[in-house]
């Protein structure tokens, strides 16, 4: 029967012949969660998949780029391709990518597999269902793809344990968790849209193209493997976002939003990548602000431009991010820098080759604002006096990134905001995060912020010490300077062996 049938008669047997009405239960008590969000649908066959995948072609399709990738890892791994790196590093930002961003590849693949659960068409749920089972191989090739540096590297032995416990790690964990406790309509607003179409390729192009410049073949490997399924996501999230808007027009006021939101949260965790794109690697490919414009000026004002015959706006604050691109990375890596004692990670202060090279790239902002506070602490640690930030950070109860950012306009004044709530103050890094909490107190008020636990007892005791052995954190090893590390030494032996034997 499948020989007889083409493509397009099968997806549509998989997403409309096979369903079908209940009869010994009511269809909204099987689908509980599909009306409380006001989403109003009249028609869910006019949703339409544009890729009609079935699932004996998506086994297959997998399955062939699993050979290939796995092929891959294994040369590197047999080839010692750890050798090859740019530098040691470099290696700080796979951590941060592995213990920061691959567990939210299973969060996601819960996600759209509760979603899916609870989505009445079976168009979208068959989509949810393809897209869940991306997640979890992301989630799995990438743990897969890294676990060969952690025989060679620290920081990269208890990523789960972290990712549930560090203070900055709460920044992508507290956005999934977000997401994955709203409806199932806002959960594929805010992974399927805001952070598949409108924001993954400033995650996954240009640190890709970073691995692969860096000397990084598996990570490059597994990002390949992965970019066309992120394709295939993104034309599902433009796919949501279209069909509710053209479902009913009570609809839009929800769906914009949410775009709102979900776009400030997901621009608030990409700050981490502003991070590893111009202070993390050695050899860079492109500044922050540069992807910005690219993927998200120019690429989302056109995509915006389109749903503007709905009546979607472009998201609030818009305007605001693409201003602060001159100083996200800047403000980020100085945190970081301050609190590397309590960070599973190295930092280092950028050479004069590397701030000759951010000062090309941020002309109107980096030597004027930042360039004398690096050259400050660099005298300071000439001086035997490296400065360290030894108080906790107060965190933003949206967020949860420390408050070390600037109010808009004024680099020099931090941007403090706060809400009263039940008569507890809540504190604000910006507008964007104050108006999420300020509509949603309920939800926001109840945060596991980091500080505030340790504050509370819950982080295995008062002191810095208490707090890292909670973490699982090898003190020495895998904190702290990058020039004093373990991993640093090791490297250098690794390259001084190699230039013997090449004197040979």
Known sequence: MAKKLGLKQRYALLTRGLD????????????????????????WDKWQDPFRLTMDAYWKFQSEKERKLYAVLDSFAQNNGQLGLSEARYLNAVKLFLTG????????????????????????????????????????????TISH????????????????RVWYLSVPKSF????????????????????????????????????????????????????????????LGIEVIKFLLEQHPDNLPIVQRWVDKWFWRGYKVLSLVAMMMDYMLPKRIMSWKEAW??????????????????????PKYHEQATAEADHLSHQNWSIFYNYTQAAAFHTWLPDAQEMGWLSEKYPDTFDKYYRPRYEQ?????????????????????????????TEPGDPNTISFRESTYKGERYHFCSDGCKDIFDHEPEKYAQAWLPVHQIFQ????????????????????????????????????????????????
Not at 217 to 231: H, I, K, L, R
Not at 295 to 313: K, M, P, S, T
Request: hydrophobic share 40%.
């Open 293 to 314: 414009e690219i993927y998200f000026v120019q690429a989302g004002g056109a995509l915006f431009e389109d749903l503007a015959r709905y009546g979607l706006r472009p």
């Open 176 to 235: 999934f968790d977000d997401a994955r406790t709203a409806g199932p309509f806002e959960f594929m607003i805010a992974i399927g849209f805001a952070f598949e179409y409108v924001l993954t390729n400033l995650l996954f192009v240009p640190f890709m193209s970073g691995a692969a410049y860096n000397g990084d073949m598996a990570t490059v490997t597994f990002g390949f493997s992965a970019q066309s399924d992120e394709s295939r996501h993104m034309t």
């Open 20 to 43: 079908w009405q209940t009869t010994y239960q009511p269809m909204d008590k099987v689908f509980p969660e599909a009306t409380f969000e006001g989403i109003k649908i009249r028609d």
């Open 149 to 164: 540096y952690n025989k060679f590297f620290d920081g990269l032995h208890e990523f789960p344990h972290m990712h549930d």
């Open 377 to 405: 602490w660099r005298k300071m640690e000439a001086d035997g006096k490296r400065f360290y930030n030894n108080a906790l950070p107060q965190l933003c109860n949206c967020c949860q990134i420390p408050m070390g950012y």
């Open 457 to 504: 007892g819950h982080c295995g005791g008062a002191d810095l010490g208490d707090v890292l052995k909670w973490y699982n954190m090898n003190v020495g090893a895998d904190n702290m300077d990058q020039s004093v590390s373990p991993d640093q030494k090791l490297w250098e032996e690794w390259q001084n062996e190699r230039a013997r034997v090449a004197a040979e």
């Open 101 to 144: 961003v691959s567990p939210l590849e299973y969060q996601a693949h819960r996600g759209f597999a509760h979603a899916g659960r609870q989505l009445p068409g079976v168009g979208p749920r068959i989509a949810a269902q393809m897209q869940s089972l991306d997640e979890l191989r992301h989630a799995q090739t990438q743990i897969h």
